[in-house]
């Protein structure tokens, strides 16, 4: 029987303006999820573990409101998730493609409709997103993840070789990873914390889930929908906790396959030296995928549509309150625009309103948590007191209620200035103007400045400056963006990831993921074996 995986499209997005159907819906599963408390186990091998040991879930726009609380892992479980994903593995992996496709897509098509506005209620109310933000994310990123992959991994499951010469067949077989997958899924995205583990299960590996302690609510819901789809016990494990406690327990396994991880540069450089230290334990050599860090640029050439280079800034920059890997955080502009673009910036500024999530007319919402919203301070703090740089708009930040740090504009004369070098993850962009006749040595500086690769956008009307920003940046970005805001990767349109300290640039959302979590096998069958073991060139003449 041959099955052809239906060719995907990208799920459509809802608006939620006023008077739609589905906003009525989510502001009612918000009000319900709000007033509602959960108990949230660990999952492993399709039970739930309850530890008595509790975290807790909070709304990061109102700190003192306790969503759930969730039983974290410690050895004793981490033991029983390892078993459990290699119990599951053999009859996993043996599953046919079709039936493995099936749930997933099924799960796409649940998100899609029964639980659409619960998954994005949930994000926006424990990782502190706007409703347009959380359907981008929670909705039609996972929901495109979850169709996407099936289409690309049949596509690899097609590749076959070419030649099968007479009286024999030659063809590939891509099978799953030896031993179990470790995901560990970030707080920012749900659609990546679903991504993460589904991808390598797709391809017939089994995993270990660890979440983001503070995107465990939402994370938790996911296993929820995978469970209704028809996930087999023991393929996905749910394990929430503190990373430094769960992580050398999963790595230190000498089942371990791979990890598939995005977060900091720091903790998967941690992990990665852990991984080759260990390398005399592994049964295999583990895959490492990763995607990490940004320090995500936008560059103005003289020429620029100044109004769109604005709301690219805008929206780039502080959409989610900067808290994308994407998202832009410094800006190389021209003398001869900064004054338009300054003043086209204030007007938009000046209606931005932040606060609650439930009320929809707020554009920014909270930062994640208090170490979070501490860090971005202390940068904030260190502008107003550097004498190379200055807070241009923004800077307030309050955390009595909610870990509130208003949009901030950093202007500096100081192309190396700590905010244009380091990873901030906050509402902050750093702006550097630079003299118009310096387009070409400003590009380079640009392309030097920081460790990452991540993204970066030109904005320019001029074909010369965007051809020459194209190749001198061409190892700056791994996603690069002509005239557009850095942010905003769709699935199946811009495969996402970067290189340098952003990450492997295996490119989530298309085949070259995919492809890491198969090992191939060649076959050939012989139909007419060879009965005489001598070669014609042996008979005497």
């Not at 009525?24 to 039970?47: M, Q, R, T, W």
């Not at 609380?69 to 290699?86: F, G, R, S, T, W």
């Not at 050398?248 to 992990?271: C, Q, R």
């Not at 970005?477 to 850095?486: C, H, L, T």
Request: charge should be negative; charged fraction near 20%.
């Amino acid at each position: 029987m041959f099955i052809t995986v239906p060719v995907p499209k990208n799920e459509q997005l809802n608006s939620y303006a006023p008077g739609s159907c589905e906003r009525e819906k989510l502001k009612k599963a918000l009000s319900e999820l709000h007033n509602d408390f959960v108990e949230i186990p660990a999952i492993i091998n399709g039970k739930e573990v309850k530890t008595g040991n509790f975290g807790n879930c909070i709304e990061p726009h109102n700190h003192q409101h306790i969503l759930a609380q969730y039983h974290k892992v410690n050895k004793q479980e981490i033991d029983l998730a390892v078993e459990a994903a290699m119990k599951a593995r053999i009859d996993w992996e043996e599953m046919p493609f079709y039936h493995r496709s099936a749930i997933f897509l099924k799960a796409a098509e649940l998100l899609s409709t029964k639980y659409r506005f619960l998954l994005n209620s949930a994000t926006m109310l424990g990782q502190s997103k706007n409703a347009y933000q959380a359907e981008i994310d929670s909705a039609c990123e996972l929901i495109d993840f979850w169709r996407f992959n099936a289409y690309y991994a049949q596509k690899i499951y097609e590749q076959q070789p070419l030649v099968s010469p007479k009286g024999e067949w030659n063809f590939s077989e891509y099978r799953a990873l030896e031993g179990f997958i470790f995901a560990i899924t970030p707080f920012n995205f749900t659609s990546i914390a679903g991504n993460l583990p589904t991808a390598p299960a797709l391809m017939g590996n089994t995993v270990i889930w660890k979440p983001a302690g503070t995107a465990v609510y939402s994370g938790y819901f996911v296993m929820k929908i995978l469970k209704e789809a028809g996930l087999p016990d023991g393929v996905i494990n749910f394990i929430p906790g503190s990373g430094a406690e769960i992580g050398n327990f999963v790595i230190d396994s000498p089942y371990l396959a791979g990890i598939h991880f995005t977060g900091s540069t720091k903790v998967f450089n941690d992990i990665w030296k852990r991984t080759a230290n260990n390398i005399h334990l592994y049964k295999s050599y583990p895959r490492i995928v990763g995607e990490t860090g940004g320090k995500d640029f936008i560059f103005a050439h003289t020429s620029a549509d100044v109004k769109s280079l604005a709301v690219a800034c805008l929206r780039g920059a502080f959409e989610f309150q900067g808290q994308k890997c994407s998202a832009a955080s410094r800006l190389y502009i021209p003398d001869t625009i900064y004054d338009e673009w300054f003043k086209e910036m204030v007007e938009m500024l000046e209606t931005v309103k932040m606060g609650d999530v439930m009320d929809f007319s707020n554009f920014i919402n909270a930062v994640i948590d208090k170490e979070s919203f501490d860090r971005i301070k202390n940068y904030i703090d260190y502008a107003k007191n550097s004498p190379v740089a200055e807070i241009i708009w923004g800077g307030n930040c309050d955390d009595s209620v909610g870990y509130f740090i208003q949009p901030t504009l950093i202007k500096t004369t100081d192309p190396m200035f700590c905010t244009m070098q380091e990873e901030i993850f906050g509402p902050v962009l750093t702006v550097y103007v630079y003299p118009e006749k310096d387009f070409s040595k400003t590009l380079d500086l640009c392309d030097k400045t920081s460790p990452y690769g991540l993204t970066g956008s030109i904005f320019a009307q001029d074909r010369k400056a965007i051809l020459e920003a194209n190749n001198v940046l061409r190892h700056s970005a791994g996603n690069f963006y002509i005239n557009d805001k850095p942010t905003g990767a769709v699935v199946g349109q811009q495969p996402f990831g970067g290189g340098r300290s952003s990450g492997t640039n295996d490119k989530a959302g298309s085949a070259l993921n995919l492809q890491r979590w198969i090992s191939a096998r060649s076959i050939k069958e012989n139909f007419v074996p060879d009965s005489e073991y001598k070669y014609p060139f042996m008979t005497e003449a």
